[in-house]
């Protein structure tokens, strides 16, 4: 409550003499929350991002980085650091997600060439030093949530030393991968939740965790998305249409379809053992249940590509010993 008569003295600082109310707009895995705000002509959207938990700053310079970019981001329109209360444009209530589910899905093909064209945007604009490195470490870290979060915690299994040995071999493989892959700008969670149906499309939100890293990384994000499935004849569809934009672009980028496919998938890998840790965390520890649902189909993702590369076998097998049931379900959607 005392967090919302701040947010509410704020609004009233900016907006002396015009009544607002005030929605709720989303939430999200962290402590930040969002709202509408209507105002007699307009709305607005207030970021409430608590600063013990929370830094705006990195969101600020971003937002600066992809609009010089000519992708279509929120405005900061107001800043309160010292409280943690952004005032932004608003994008629109309805994302990706909810415009590609039923009927919307006849709108995939322009959705998602929007966005892989928004992507390239962002991508070329990159220079090194503006955005943290997405380092060995930081790859790591993330990856060694699965063992943390998913197995210990969830499965409530301890491994093994042999099955131990050979996680920390997969994960040093795909480290090695992705870190000899080209660097771009990495928004990191480019994904249908985050994509917001604007004009122009798409409005592009939570951003404010990019990083300098691999250039296949947002696609693995896009069209190996947690919360919604395509037929792979589509995926591979929409991603030879990134790749031939990307080159005809100057990006750096495998001039092989097949080695950029890889890097893409391995990539991939490295994103579901962490989004599998990260949701079990998110049940475990926050008690956000609503993220179990989505990890069958990350899950599935994980199986798919280890089980096309022989330097990821080892992965799957430890993945079917862990969960054998899972091996006989095959997840299938």
């Known amino acids: 409550m005392e967090r919302q008569q701040l947010l509410n003295n704020w609004l009233v600082s900016l907006y002396p003499e015009q009544p607002y109310s005030l929605a709720p707009a989303s939430a ?11 105002l007699a002509e307009r709305t607005l959207i207030v970021m409430d991002a608590p600063p013990q938990h929370e830094n705006c700053v990195p969101f600020i310079h971003i937002a600066q980085l992809f609009g010089a970019a000519g992708v279509h981001v929120p405005q900061v329109l107001a800043q309160n650091l010292e409280q943690g209360f952004l005032l932004l444009s608003d994008l629109g209530s309805t994302t ?3 415009a590609l589910s039923g009927e919307g899905a006849g709108n995939a093909r322009e959705l998602y060439g929007a966005a892989t064209d928004a992507l390239i945007k962002i991508q070329l604009a990159s220079r090194e030093g503006e955005l943290p490195n997405y380092d060995k470490a ?4 993330e990856m060694r949530l699965f063992p943390e979060w998913y197995i210990a915690k969830h499965l409530q299994v301890t491994l093994t030393a042999k099955q131990s040995a050979t996680l920390e071999t997969a994960l040093q493989r795909i480290a090695q ?8 700008y990495v928004h990191r969670d480019y994904h249908s939740r985050n994509l917001m149906v604007t004009a122009p499309n798409p ?4 951003f404010q965790d990019a990083v300098y890293g691999p250039i296949t990384y947002d696609l693995a994000s896009l069209f190996k998305d947690a919360y ?11 991603l030879i249409r990134y790749w031939e934009g990307a080159r005809k672009a100057g990006l750096p980028i495998h001039a092989d379809f097949g080695d950029f496919y890889r890097d893409y998938e391995w990539m991939g890998v490295q994103r579901h053992l962490k989004v599998l840790g990260i949701f079990a965390r998110l049940s475990h ?3 956000k249940d609503g993220y179990l649902k989505d990890m069958p189909l990350v899950m599935d993702f994980l199986r798919r590509a280890c089980a ?3 330097d990821l076998k080892p992965l799957l097998r430890l993945l079917d010993e862990l969960e054998p049931q899972a091996q006989q379900m095959g997840y299938t959607f």
């Open 228 to 238: 919604i499935r395509w037929e792979e004849a589509d995926v591979l569809d929409w």
């Open 96 to 98: 990706y997600l909810q």
């Open 308 to 310: 096309r590369y022989i």
């Open 138 to 141: 930081l790859l790591l870290r």
């Open 28 to 38: 999200d895995a962290s402590f930040r929350r969002y709202f509408r705000a209507t």
């Open 177 to 184: 991968n992705t870190l000899a892959q080209p660097r771009t």
């Open 203 to 206: 409005g592009i939100l939570d």
């Open 285 to 287: 520890r926050d008690g």
